[in-house]
């Protein structure tokens, strides 16, 4: 489950730099 909070992370943190 970690392993999924990290890849949901990892996809927020890329959305959030595309809407910057």
Known sequence: MREFEGA???L???RER???
Do not use: C, T, V
């Open 8 to 10: 949901q992370s990892a």
């Open 12 to 14: 927020g943190n890329d």
């Open 18 to 20: 595309g809407r910057l």
